[in-house]
């Protein structure tokens, strides 16, 4: 079975930066698109950005400009760079991998294998 692990997040000042990380083991990494969500307190999950196979990237409208997805096959680990943080940022951050569809990379229901994700905090 996939396995993903998430880690980098941590406590941050508005403005400032964290790099999340996404490693992946027992599958075929390179083949996955992968994402990342998050879940704020008391909001529902959504999807933050990801990237394919082919490194196509994907963002959501509040995060375009601020967040970057990278991936690193030879280290089967996909990054999110977040700058400029807000404090509407704040939430747990999920990574995602699709293995086999590669229809909707924007939902949540497209992909087979979650991390049990890392908080950030963003203060005001």
């Known amino acids: 079975q996939v396995q993903l692990v998430e880690s980098g997040g941590g406590l941050v000042q508005a403005g400032g930066s964290l790099k999340l990380s996404c490693a992946v083991s027992?599958?075929?990494?390179?083949?996955?698109?992968m994402g990342w969500f998050r879940r704020a307190p008391g909001k529902e999950r959504v999807f933050v950005g990801a990237?394919?196979?082919?490194?196509?990237?994907y963002y959501a409208n509040s995060v375009r400009g601020r967040f970057t997805v990278s991936r690193d096959n030879a280290k089967n680990t996909v990054y999110l760079q977040m700058n400029s943080l807000r404090p509407e940022d704040t939430a747990v951050y999920y990574c995602?991998?699709?293995?086999?569809?590669?229809?909707?990379?924007?939902?949540?229901?497209?992909?087979?294998?979650w991390g049990q994700g890392t908080q950030v905090t963003v203060s005001a």
């Open positions: 995602a991998a699709d293995v086999d569809k590669y229809r909707e990379i924007r939902y949540a229901d497209e992909y087979d294998y």
């Open positions: 027992g599958g075929t990494f390179s083949t996955y698109a």
């Open positions: 990237i394919t196979s082919k490194s196509n990237t």
